[in-house]
């Protein structure tokens, strides 16, 4: 059975850290639409133009075009045995459409992670990111470091300023809190504490899944 993850949070709750990290151990995609974007608006491609001043103001780039991304990103072969996806879906209508494009797939399992509001703004105020490949920097990391990865510098994300972080987690909770309701029917839904230590996290996401795959095995005998 593939497995097809969907990790569920605010900004900061750690979704892209813990992604990338669950999707290398298992050797499956981590598809993030934050860095589909990012990597967009760095090649200066047309969906990259008109992203860059919604994502600046903290706003959400159309439902139609993340469809879109993501529906064309799920057909590749790489995602036939599982993936992890990170920042999507996050409103009802991509919610539905997910569901559409997983039919006859193997089930979604559904992690959501949980923050307090405080922790998330103080975690986005001390972000930072290459400026050359995007790559996040640990949480620890000063300006003054270079990129782990290529040895670039680290800026703060531009949508991590003050006012855009404040925006960015109201976004959330008009937006995207509703995808709680939408999936916690579901016996593939886990929810799990984010504000731990990132390894306790990674070991919680790792239960969560096992849970939620023999609830995913039921969902499959029933339907
Ligand atoms: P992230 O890296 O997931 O925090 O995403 C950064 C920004 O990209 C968001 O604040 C949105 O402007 C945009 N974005 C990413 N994923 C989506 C999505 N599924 N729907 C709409 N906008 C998105």
Do not use: W
């Amino acid at each position: 059975m593939a497995l097809n993850l969907l990790m569920l949070g605010p900004p900061g709750a750690g979704k892209g850290t813990q992604s990338e990290r669950f999707a290398r151990t298992r050797g499956i995609p981590k598809i993030s639409t934050g860095d589909i974007l990012r990597e967009a608006v760095h090649e200066g491609t047309d969906v990259g133009r008109r992203a860059k001043a919604i994502m600046d103001r903290g706003e959400l780039v159309s439902d139609e075009v993340m469809i879109g991304i993501v529906r064309e990103r799920l057909e590749r072969a790489d995602a036939r045995g599982g993936f992890v996806l990170d920042g999507f879906p996050r409103t009802v209508a991509q919610a539905s459409a997910l569901d559409r494009i997983m039919d006859g797939r193997d089930p979604l399992i559904v992690v959501d992670i949980v923050v307090p509001e405080e922790e998330l703004v103080r975690r986005l105020g001390g972000r930072l990111i290459c400026e050359n490949c995007g790559a996040n920097a640990p949480m620890a990391a000063t300006a003054t470091a270079p990129c782990l990865k290529c040895g670039g510098r680290l800026v703060q994300r531009a949508d991590d300023d003050q006012a855009v972080v404040l925006e960015r987690l109201k976004v959330y909770h008009r937006m995207s809190e509703p995808l709680v309701e939408y999936y916690k029917i579901r016996p593939t839904f886990r929810s799990i504490d984010g504000a731990q230590a990132p390894d306790r996290v990674a070991a919680d996401l790792v239960a969560a899944i096992e849970a939620a795959g023999s609830g995913a095995l039921r969902q499959g005998v029933k339907g």
